[in-house]
């Protein structure tokens, strides 16, 4: 068997395409009002859900998330790049959270977005939702609030910098 310390969310993770709609539509979809009104900051419907997963363009963003067997989404990223800047929403299921999977959908995002040459990584969301808050201040975000809701911003290094971040952690460690 292998030691759970050797395992990471992130190595789980994968892309989601075009064939994946219906599946991510379901995830949503599975997510309670509370939960509803957190990853997408209001109240949204059925159809509301609908309508922004099939507005989705895989071709320009980027889906990813673990799955626990066919088409069966414990957590999503999407991370939608702008010409400097690129927003990031998640979400995690109830029974996947407290285990890291967000922290790893997160850190998955910034990897991304150093790839493609993102300046800066943008996180909107409702002051309440504590598992992001958290997210970004481990992060070292800058993190703004206003009428209950939030915005984080990180700076990406590039993935120079991020390797040289990971090889100094690593030697400090």
């Known amino acids: 068997m292998i030691p759970p310390r050797i395992l ?24 309670d009002q509370d939960d509803r009104r957190l990853r997408f900051g209001l109240p949204v419907n059925d159809s509301h859900i609908k309508r922004y997963v099939g507005e989705i363009d895989f071709d ?10 066919a088409g069966d989404w414990l957590g999503i990223g999407h991370l939608i790049p702008g010409p400097n800047d690129a ?11 407290g285990h890291g999977l967000g922290a790893a ?3 998955y995002a910034v990897g991304q977005a150093s790839r493609q040459g993102t300046e ?11 598992a992001i808050l958290s997210i970004a201040r481990s992060a070292g975000m800058q ?9 984080a911003y990180l700076v990406v290094p590039t993935p120079d910098e991020l390797v040289q ?6 030697d400090t460690a």
């Open 8 to 31: 990471d969310w992130v190595a789980l993770i994968e892309q989601l395409q075009e064939g994946d709609r219906e599946s991510l539509c379901d995830h949503f979809l599975s997510l």
């Open 60 to 69: 320009r963003s980027f889906v990813y998330g673990v799955r626990r067997g």
């Open 87 to 97: 927003e990031l929403g998640l979400s995690v299921l109830p029974d996947a959270r």
């Open 143 to 151: 993190i703004g609030s206003s009428g209950g809701e939030s915005d």
């Open 105 to 107: 959908i997160f850190r």
């Open 120 to 130: 800066r990584l943008y996180m909107h969301f409702l002051t309440t939702n504590r």
């Open 165 to 170: 971040l990971l090889i100094t952690e690593r």
